[in-house]
């Protein structure tokens, strides 16, 4: 009679891992033929085409597991399986070329269909923004990523502020290329932010909002960032409107530390850019153009790229 009933148990366990083979097959192919790269996406299908796909796989207890593997925060089974997901060549940084960085700072939902749409190309680099990170949590760098082609460039404004080596680590592993450190922090978090960054293996921008004089900063450190950012905050920029972008300060950087690449961000308008490029930088910031979805993103994208020779 045991022996029946353990030869019972084993073949149910089998009929049950075939069932859930399966299942699996049929949720990833369906993920794949619909191009679907995180749960949002598949809610909106499945509005769309008035099905409740979802609900067919919760309902089961048994099917909990699966499910939260298969579109859990910290797990995209597309990213392992979805041979259809677009790549590029990886974009790094040099000084031999001048970058348009793209911030992204709406909803998650909006700054996703955003970053879909974007044709992303060798010059372009994507930020997710502050208010996103504040708001969603290292879900906006993973999800902004996969929205994304393979090889894309990703920075993290995170602004740290202190206990950069966590902060770091974080960003680092929801797969961010760079991430920021506020200029005005102590020397001790730039020095370790610095060091967690080449750690990592990704680049680190210092962010000189606020700071007189960038160079004295610099100075100070043991090592020098990968990016040092020039910044008119928005609150500076509304409020004092006729104050200037600190053009000088590029030239400033440059010759004390040549290796280091300028990014000004705080001006958004052609002629600010035009004089953000003639005085060296390297990286030109912008963000009110995609704050929220047009259809024309990608000419506005190769207005800006024209500009940034």
């Known amino acids: 009679m045991n022996d029946k009933l353990a030869w019972s148990i084993i073949g149910i366990t089998f009929v049950i891992n075939i069932v859930l083979s399966l299942i699996s097959g049929i949720i990833i192919k369906y993920l794949l033929n619909n191009k679907v790269k995180n749960f949002s996406q598949l809610k909106n299908l499945n509005k769309k085409n008035g099905k409740d796909f979802i609900s067919l796989f919760t ?9 939260n593997l298969a579109f859990g ?8 399986y979805s041979i259809n997901k677009k ?3 990886k974009i790094e940084l040099s000084r031999k070329k001048k970058f348009l960085h793209i911030a992204l700072n709406s909803t998650l939902e909006e700054s996703e269909r955003i970053a879909q749409n974007i044709n992303i190309k060798e010059r372009v680099l994507v930020e997710v923004g502050t208010p996103l990170i ?3 949590g290292i879900k906006a760098i993973t999800t902004i990523k996969n929205a994304l082609p393979r090889g894309s460039y ?14 770091v680590q ?14 005005i922090s102590s020397i001790e978090t730039l020095d370790i932010f610095i060091a967690k960054c080449e750690e990592h293996n990704i680049d680190s921008m210092i962010d000189m909002m606020g700071i007189e004089s960038p160079l004295e900063k610099l100075k100070e450190l043991k090592k020098f960032p990968k990016v040092v950012i020039l910044h008119r905050g928005v609150d500076e920029t509304n409020i004092s409107k006729f104050k200037l972008l600190p053009y000088y300060q590029i030239k400033q950087i440059k ?8 990014a000004v961000a705080g001006g958004d308008t052609l002629k600010e850019i035009e004089s953000s490029i003639f005085n060296g930088a390297d990286i030109i910031t912008v963000w009110k153009d995609f704050y929220s979805f047009k259809k024309d993103e990608n000419n506005i994208v190769d207005q800006f790229l024209k500009q940034i020779k």
Do not use: Q
């Open 59 to 67: 309902n089961s207890n048994t099917l909990t597991s699966l499910y």
């Open 73 to 80: 925060d910290n797990k995209n089974l597309i990213e392992a």
């Open 87 to 89: 790549s590029i060549p």
């Open 134 to 136: 504040k708001v969603y």
């Open 154 to 167: 990703i920075i993290a404004d995170s602004k740290c502020s202190d206990m950069a080596e966590k902060e």
């Open 170 to 183: 974080l960003m680092s592993h929801a797969g961010a290329n760079a991430v920021t450190c506020l200029g």
């Open 255 to 262: 010759g004390a530390y040549n290796d280091v690449l300028i």
